[in-house]
């Protein structure tokens, strides 16, 4: 059986597990508010959907097949709701433009939705 999830998990490893390079900050308690959301919330969410799809799934572990993505595909409309009402609050904030504007760390949601769309083609019309 395929993994639903292989390029999700490839882009959390590669892309958010770095958290945004939150992560090479000794002290990242001490980061501006939109570093710490990537840090805190993205980030850890979209780890707890993907182990939610595939238990075993560990980053720096062996390979394991994920059965469903329904969890992960709930955390995307999620993050997007979310990106949505931050546009409309301040679109030129930090965070949305860390979460949502391409640049030199990639955009989030551009690369979640890419990602989950190379693992399921058809997940947004479900």
């Known amino acids: 059986m395929p993994d639903k999830l292989k390029h999700i998990k ?37 780890y707890a959907a993907i182990r939610t799809d595939d238990p075993d799934y560990d980053p720096q572990g062996a390979s394991t097949e994920a059965a469903t993505n329904a969890a992960t595909i709930a955390y995307a409309r999620h993050m997007q709701r979310d990106m949505e009402a931050l546009e409309r609050i301040d679109k030129y904030g930090d965070l949305y433009v860390m979460m949502c504007q ?3 760390t990639g955009c989030y949601m551009d690369d979640l939705t890419e990602a989950l769309t190379a693992d399921d083609p058809d997940w947004e019309t479900r």
């Open 102 to 104: 391409p640049g030199m």
């Open 10 to 46: 490839e882009f959390f490893v590669a892309n958010a597990l770095d958290g945004f390079a939150s992560r090479r900050y000794i002290g990242h308690q001490d980061l501006e508010a939109a570093r710490r959301y990537i840090h805190n919330y993205a980030v850890p969410g979209l």
